[in-house]
């Protein structure tokens, strides 16, 4: 079986994408920054950062993971495009 390089099309702009989304979707819960830090475990500072940022900072999937369960959404509408 042989191999070949595929090509993809993959979004430069994914983490920017998923930051804005984190942001919409925790304004319309009515969660502050500071009580959905405290909802996942991590500091104000990181969730403030990572909104603020704009895609500059990453977070991991476990991370995400509780942020939609934290804002009651499934992950994938944080990757989708406005």
């Given amino acids: ?27 319309e819960a009515g969660i502050t920054q500071e009580q959905l830090a405290v909802d996942i475990g991590k500091s104000y500072d990181f969730v403030r ?21 934290a804002l009651n959404q499934p992950m994938g509408k944080f990757f989708e495009e406005k």
């Fill in 1 to 27: 079986m042989s191999t070949f390089k595929r090509e993809f099309s993959f979004d430069k702009n994914i983490k920017k994408i998923v930051s804005a989304n984190i942001k919409k979707y925790r304004l």
């Fill in 49 to 69: 950062r990572l909104e603020f940022k704009k895609g500059e900072i990453g977070c991991s999937l476990d991370t995400l993971y509780r942020i939609s369960v």
